[in-house]
């Protein structure tokens, strides 16, 4: 993997910058749509491609683990060949996964023994064994498998958490030194920074993380219930330290404002499920705030979603005809919804490297996330 720094921003730690995988480049700032179990909810991964005009997906270790399973993965060819995205993919390690879903989740040095949200069954998940499933599953760029301390979490808990996921990072990366690729191409390793809402916890990991030279870094632990500007603070602090020659990475953010504020804190990538997840229960994002599309009042408005939309797919169908859907019930409504949004969302990071390439990002910012906040 390769990042080639492009532009950094006069009135903010903005950056615009391109990443090249053996499955293609991606332009940053750019928003990964998840995929959790290999695909991204009611949507074709044709619309992925075409609609949404995504560069990247995620995958995620915990589900994949547990169904489909390694053996099916592996007799597929990996995850590209079994779900037919030829582009770059990145998995996270369940490192998060484990800790949300699974139940009588035990942590020990070791790794963390878990029940499957499933069926009940039991594993072990370790920094090891977290790798070789990521050699299995084959994606452009993996995540060390970590500890997301739940929000808020007392110091002496958030250090040592961290410290167990730093000593889980050195065993991950000896495990890749120790092992190849599944399918010949190129897998690259991202650390995670935690360190939870403490200060001297996220300096002190964002320069072990820095200090392990990773082609790539991630900031994990943040958007898990504290408020906005305990986020933004500690989001700073840690790209202050994190090399500028290398991505970044803010796992699981968040709202469109949210994405702007970081990318103006130098990050460069992120994903979450909000645009998906919300979007199936009828909330809309749009240039000029968010929807309630079930709302009585778009029951006759037959503009446009959105007119300011490049999106193709969505932007013919008319509110009142996308509210009908979602009373009624219907499938489609979800997808259109979920193309709808993930398209905003990529437009949203193209529209933020162009202002970054052309030095007005920061005033441009500003104003527009007062508009994205706007409730319609
Ligand atoms: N660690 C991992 N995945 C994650 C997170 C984390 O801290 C978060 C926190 N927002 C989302 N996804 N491995």
């Known amino acids: ?16 910058g391109k990443i090249t995988t053996a499955h293609g480049t991606i332009e940053t700032p750019i928003f990964m749509p998840v995929g959790t179990v290999g695909s991204v909810k ?11 005009q995504a560069q990247i997906i995620l995958g995620n270790t915990y589900h994949l683990y547990l169904r489909p399973g390694l053996e099916v993965l592996s007799l597929a060819g990996g995850l590209h060949k079994f779900n037919g995205w030829d582009r770059p993919i990145l998995t996270d390690s369940g490192g998060y996964q484990v800790f949300s879903l699974a139940a009588n989740r035990k942590i020990k040095e070791e790794g963390v023994v878990f029940q499957s949200h499933i069926d009940g069954s039991k594993h072990l998940f370790t920094p090891e064994n977290v790798m070789d499933i990521q050699r299995t599953i084959g994606a452009d760029i993996i995540m060390a498998f970590d500890e997301c301390p739940p929000y808020p979490s007392e110091y002496r808990y958030a250090r040592k958490s961290m410290e167990l996921t730093h000593r889980w990072l050195d065993r991950c990366i000896q495990r890749l030194k120790d092992t190849q690729p599944a399918y010949g191409h190129e897998q690259t390793l ?26 790539g870094n991630a900031i994990g632990g943040l958007s898990v ?98 509210r009908h859907l979602f009373v009624a019930g219907e499938i489609l409504g979800m997808t259109l919804a979920s193309i709808h949004n993930l398209a905003f969302y990529l437009e949203l990071v193209k529209e933020a490297r162009r202002q970054i390439l052309a030095g007005t990002f920061a005033t441009w910012k500003t104003g527009m996330v007062q508009q994205l906040k706007t409730r319609l």
């Open 1 to 16: 993997m390769n990042f080639e720094l492009i532009t950094t921003d006069k009135g903010s730690n903005a950056r615009a």
């Open 42 to 52: 009611a949507v074709t991964q044709d619309q992925v491609r075409d609609d949404v």
């Open 190 to 215: 991202f650390p995670i920074v935690q360190g939870s809402t403490y200060k001297d916890l996220r300096k002190a990991s964002a320069e072990y993380i820095a200090s392990r030279g990773a082609a």
């Open 225 to 322: 219930g504290e408020p906005e500007n305990e986020m933004y603070e500690m989001c700073g602090l840690v790209t202050e330290i994190l090399p500028q020659d290398k991505p970044r990475y803010l796992m699981g953010v968040g709202t469109p404002w949210n994405i702007l504020e970081n990318i103006a804190l130098g990050v460069d990538m992120f994903d979450c499920v909000m645009p998906t997840r919300n979007g199936r229960n009828g909330m809309l994002f749009t240039w000029n705030g968010v929807m309630n599309i079930r709302n009585k009042k778009w029951a006759t408005d037959f503009n446009p979603i959105d007119a300011n939309s490049e999106c193709f797919a969505t932007r013919d169908y008319s509110r009142a005809y996308l």
